[in-house]
Nanobody, 117 residues
């Protein structure tokens, strides 16, 4: 099983990035997929989630209206579109896949997002 994140980088405040999480050994439609982030000295926090069986996406309040999580079944990839980025969005972003009924929980290696002028 592999979750490979990409798309991070350095961007100015107000800019945009799209993170990708390419999955292998995991079929994203069967898993609850999420993006987490962790800034230095802070706990890892849930940023956005998309459930396996339809239902609504969820976002932490601080990114609502700016970030969008989506899933491409054909590419078996999950995305996080991040717009209007702020310096406080600076963090390592991680992709997570869980299937609670099977006790499965997988993490990617992370991709760094830095928002700075």
């Amino acid at each position: 099983v592999q979750l490979v994140e990409s798309g991070g980088g350095l961007v100015q405040p107000g800019g945009a990035l799209r993170l990708s999480c390419a999955a292998s050994g995991v079929t994203v439609i069967w898993y609850d997929m999420s993006w987490y982030r962790q800034a230095p000295g802070k706990e890892r926090e849930l940023v956005a989630a998309i459930p396996s069986a339809g239902g609504s996406t969820n976002y932490v309040d601080s990114v609502k209206g700016r970030f969008t999580i989506s899933r491409d079944i054909a590419k078996n990839t999950v995305y996080l579109q991040m717009n209007s980025l702020k310096p406080e969005d600076t963090a390592m972003y991680y992709c997570n896949a869980i299937r609670p009924s099977y006790g499965l929980n997988y993490w990617g290696q992370g991709t760094q997002v830095t928002v700075s002028s």
